[in-house]
């Protein structure tokens, strides 16, 4: 049942499958879903229920400003909500892919020192625990066993795993197994090469903490603010306007409401937008901004909720 509902909602968004290097991919929206229909139900889903609710806001609670605001931030949530999530857990499994390859290419240049080939190698390093790389390097020691190419095995893996770091760290390696290159010097090589990045991006992260406290100190800032003029300004003009109805200022309150909704509106924009930037300045990726989106936003929403 929920994989024809999937479907159907792909039918209405125009998703469908193309032949080609590109098959399953036609769409933006598909190659956000992935391929795994486990999580096409989920993504889809999750769309289509909270397009369901904002639908229903929009047509039964227009007349409640806060209700109206909060069904429509709510549904956006579940409409984008697990797919972020999704693809920030798959950007988190990544990056300990990448800090755990230098450790594989190392165990295999002790191998091949010590006197075994590469796939004898690779086969030993396959009994050892890598994390979240472990099931890829079972594979390649599968592989081996059944005859396939060792460049085969590196692009295949590369590409299944999607990331430029290992991509270009395989093609070196590649590159040098096939020129008949001394591969041990060209792992270890390579190994001290990806360390470096990875070193690097921690030395990063720690000298934008600041920046990232900064961006934090700002949202509070702004929530602070948006506070100060819901509390105070705006029922200071709808007094004002109460108090002046006779010279035409009575659409004072209309103003004020409309400003109440602009202002909710605001705070969940500035949530959105500044956990995504300090994603990208502390990790160098907006993905990595998810989990700050979601701690702003949650702070954005328990302000809307319970003081606005």
Do not use: C
């Amino acid at each position: 049942m929920l994989i024809e509902l999937v479907q159907k909602l792909k039918d209405v968004l125009g998703i469908r499958q193309t032949k080609g290097k590109n098959r399953g991919y036609s769409t933006r929206f598909e190659k956000w879903a992935g391929k795994s229909s486990q999580r096409q139900i989920l993504v889809y889903g999750s769309l289509f229920a909270g397009a369901a609710l904002v639908t229903i806001s929009f047509f039964f609670f227009q007349g409640s400003r806060q209700a109206f605001a909060i069904l429509n931030l709510l549904g956006a949530s579940i409409a984008i909500g697990p797919s972020m999530i999704i693809r920030y857990n798959e950007y988190r499994t990544l990056k300990r892919i990448e800090s755990t390859f230098p450790q594989f290419l190392n165990d295999i240049v002790e191998s091949t020192n010590a006197g075994q080939t590469l796939p004898q190698a690779i086969k030993s390093a396959s009994r050892n625990e890598y994390g979240p790389l472990s099931p890829y390097v079972k594979k390649i020691a599968a592989q081996i066993d059944w005859g396939i190419p060792f460049d085969k095995i590196l692009e295949n893996m590369a590409s299944s795993l999607n990331s430029k770091l290992l991509r270009r760290t395989v093609s070196t390696i590649i590159e040098t197994h096939r020129s008949g290159g001394n591969i041990s010097d060209v792992l270890r090589a390579v190994s001290e090469s990806v360390t470096e990045i990875d070193r690097i991006r921690e030395e990063r992260k720690a000298h934008v903490y600041s920046q990232m406290i900064t961006g934090y100190t700002i949202f509070f800032v702004f929530l602070g603010v948006i506070v100060g003029m819901q509390k105070f300004l705006i029922p200071t003009l709808l007094i004002t306007g109460e108090g002046a109805a006779g010279i035409g200022l009575s659409g004072t309150a209309g103003l004020v409401t409309r400003y109440q909704f602009l202002f909710q509106a605001l705070i969940v924009i500035q949530a959105i937008f500044s956990g995504f930037a300090i994603g990208k300045m502390s990790e160098g990726s907006m993905v990595a901004g998810v989990k700050h989106v979601i701690v702003l936003f949650s702070v954005g929403m328990m302000a809307i909720v319970l003081i606005l």
